[in-house]
Nanobody, 121 residues
Framework: VQLQASGGGLVQAGGSLRLSCAAS????????MGWSRQAPGKEREFVAA????????DYADSVKGRFTISRDNDKNMVYLQMNSLKPEDTAVYFC???????????????WGQGTQVTVSS
């Protein structure tokens, strides 16, 4: 599956952004979808995941209560609504997919290009 993320930008602390990811090339509902991020000088880290039909979600502790992942299987889209953003959320955000039968899933084997999110203090 091919993944194309968009929606990043510059926002002040406390603000919101919504990331979108368009998937193509395979049957979307077969994939656990997720988001990861990588800050400068740090390893890529898990942010959120959503199960095949959206019935279950999983979040990193650092974003729980502030971020919401969702998907639209009719449109082959996955979203990440980010509220109450903090400077430490600054990173390149990657849309990810995994054709796995296991849940929860925090590691993925397919990645899109990243989209930069910068949160100013």
């Amino acid at each position: 599956v091919q993944l194309q993320a968009s929606g990043g930008g510059l926002v002040q602390a406390g603000g919101s952004l919504r990331l979108s990811c368009a998937a193509s090339g395979d049957t979307f509902v077969r994939y656990v979808m997720g988001w990861s991020r990588q800050a400068p000088g740090k390893e890529r880290e898990f942010v959120a995941a959503i199960s095949w039909r959206g019935g279950s979600t999983d979040y990193a502790d650092s974003v729980k209560g502030r971020f919401t992942i969702s998907r639209d299987n009719d449109k082959n889209m996955v979203y990440l609504q980010m509220n109450s953003l903090k400077p430490e959320d600054t990173a390149v955000y990657f849309c990810a997919a995994d054709r796995s039968s296991r849940w929860p899933r925090r590691d993925f084997n397919m990645w899109g290009q990243g989209t930069q999110v910068t949160v100013s203090s």
